[in-house]
């Protein structure tokens, strides 16, 4: 089995940044996973946010979010990041780490494993 633990999320003010990491383990887990994040709002369905691939030279981002969140990896620390600046309130959600042993795209379910969410939040 594969866990994902996320960390880093917490009550910004518009404008602000923050950093989440994603810390995965397990015996099956291996670092040619691809990792992503989706978020997901109050009342909404899981929104994709970003990817990478698992050498980290390839990733995507939701057109949202391109610009001002930059996805990344340490593969020796078996752990992905979401850097997120220039935060909107639009932003306020629980983000979600994801990784597929595969191409997943863009839809949540298609990966094989997710975490239990950060909380951010936002405010005006």
């Known amino acids: 089995q594969v866990q994902l633990v996320e960390s880093g999320g917490g009550l910004v003010q518009a404008g602000g940044s923050l950093r989440l990491s994603c810390a995965a383990s397990?015996?099956?887990?291996?670092?040619?996973?691809?990792m992503g994040w989706f978020r997901q709002a109050p009342g909404k369905e899981h929104e994709f946010v970003a990817r990478i691939s698992w050498s980290g030279g390839s990733s995507y981002y939701a057109d949202s979010v391109k610009g001002r969140f930059t996805i990344s990896r340490d593969n020796a620390k078996n752990t992905v990041y979401l850097q997120m600046n220039s935060l909107k309130p639009e932003d306020t959600a629980v983000y979600y780490c994801?990784?597929?042993?595969?191409?997943?795209?863009?839809?949540?379910?298609?990966?094989?494993?997710w975490g239990q969410g950060t909380q951010v939040t936002v405010s005006s």
């Open positions: 994801v990784a597929g042993r595969y191409y997943s795209g863009s839809n949540y379910y298609n990966y094989d494993y």
């Open positions: 397990g015996r099956t887990f291996s670092s040619r996973y691809i």
